[in-house]
């Protein structure tokens, strides 16, 4: 009888020979690409510090100003995912407890909402804040940011929120139906039931999958770089490409920039995943000790 996994059957003697020998190929293949990558862009100067200097010598006239431009570029687009994602998170909240608290009828609207801005790109909801509002009279110039700014940000607050509130909603429905009722029979209205109760479970139940999805808004931001001139970061490598002729090198930095912060982010999201399994089983280890305790005392 051959030894089973949990998803799949063990490999006998002859498939583990042909995935070894199937690996190897693949392993050779991959490797015969990256020579030949690497060998045109040594033959192209592309490993040459007249490249790489402006990015990664210090000594390099260019050097300053370049990181000078990077920072803002990082700067702007935090400052941007950091609005969007709180928007998002309070617009959706508002939807998702909208929808849980309406009846049949009154949740059409939020439904239909829900669907359209979820099945919008979002290089179309962001063109729309950055180059349609302005068309239509909706002139955001005088805020600090300006019109590119709040353009991204609206686009970017219009998709996430629908996001947003759908995450909220699945963390409300997750919750025991028994802490509602009770809360309820202890004379708590609806809504304080729902702000009281019912919300802070939610937050913290679904805090790791809001915290993944800023990773997303963090990425979108790059989308008005095709758009406006907003000075976020993949904006600000553009700027230094068309000033000093190297794009390989200067968008490598710009995406190792984004894996670090994302990755970051990431990390957060698993370490509060974490704190909360722990303190979940701690309180199951309380309530169980407390269950174990005889009732009335001994003689």
Sequence with gaps: MSQQTVLYDAQGPRARRRTAIGTVIAVLVLAGLAYVVIDRLIERNQFSMEKWGPLIDPSNEAFDAVWRLLGEGVVNTLRAAAIAMLLSVVLGTLIAVARLSAGRAGRIPLIGLVEL???????????????????????????????????????????????????????????PKGQREAALATGLTNGQTMRIVLLPQAFR???????????????????????????????????????????????????????????????????????????????????????????????
């Design 117 to 175: 801005f979820r099945g919008l790109p979002v290089v179309v909801l962001v063109y729309f804040g950055v180059r349609v509002l302005p068309d239509v009279g909706v002139d955001l110039r005088e805020l600090p940011g300006g019109q590119e700014l709040w353009g991204l940000v609206i686009g970017l607050t219009a998709y996430n929120m629908v996001i947003f509130a759908e995450v909220v909603r699945a963390g409300v429905a997750s919750l």
């Design 205 to 299: 139940v679904m805090l790791p999958a809001i915290i993944s999805q800023l990773i997303v808004v963090l990425k979108d931001t790059s989308l008005v770089t095709f758009i406006a001139n907003y000075d976020e970061l993949l904006s600000q490598g553009e700027s230094i490409r068309r000033n000093l002729d190297n794009p390989i090198q200067t968008f490598i930095v710009i995406a190792l920039m984004y894996i670090t912060i994302n990755y970051l982010l990431g990390r957060l999201a698993q370490y509060i995943q974490r704190r909360q399994a722990r303190a979940s089983a701690r309180v199951a280890e309380v309530t169980d000790a407390g269950a174990n305790v005889p009732v009335g005392g001994g003689a």
